[in-house]
């Protein structure tokens, strides 16, 4: 994905995040929609607004040490009321060793999983996004 020169060429000419990497993200795959591809990948017209999207895979993987510290920051978001969605469909990167452990840096959590929603949970299962919105809002202001 993030590699030179064909991830490069794939990210930077043919759009490849935008067009395959982020749709397939969304379990329901009747839901990527020719009007869904086009707000995926409207934002990267061009060659050059295409590079951040070939830079940032590279990035995330050399992040360790960065994201190792703002991990080790968490814990003070314990006492916050929380609400994880977690899809459990067809997702590699994040299982559930990782929903144990924001589980155990958001202490007052509420946690819903999806056994029909994969990473982009938000796309899969929208319905159940605005519940958890409302359930928070409710949690922390009072009825919405």
Known sequence: M??????????????????AMLPDGISHK?????????AYTDPFPTVDSRKPTYIFPGKIRKAHAWLGKIESKLPILGD???QILWGNKNDPGFGPKDLEKWQGFLKMHETETLDDASHS????????????????????????
Not at 127 to 142: F, Y
Request: glycine share 8%.
């Open 2 to 19: 993030g590699g030179w020169p064909i991830g490069y060429f794939l990210q930077t000419h043919r759009n490849y995040f935008a067009k």
């Open 30 to 38: 009747e839901k990527v929609t020719p009007s869904l591809r086009k």
């Open 80 to 82: 916050l009321p929380a």
């Open 121 to 144: 949970v938000q796309e899969d299962r929208p319905d159940r996004v605005v519940a958890a919105i409302r359930r928070v809002l409710e949690r922390t202001q009072g009825k919405v």
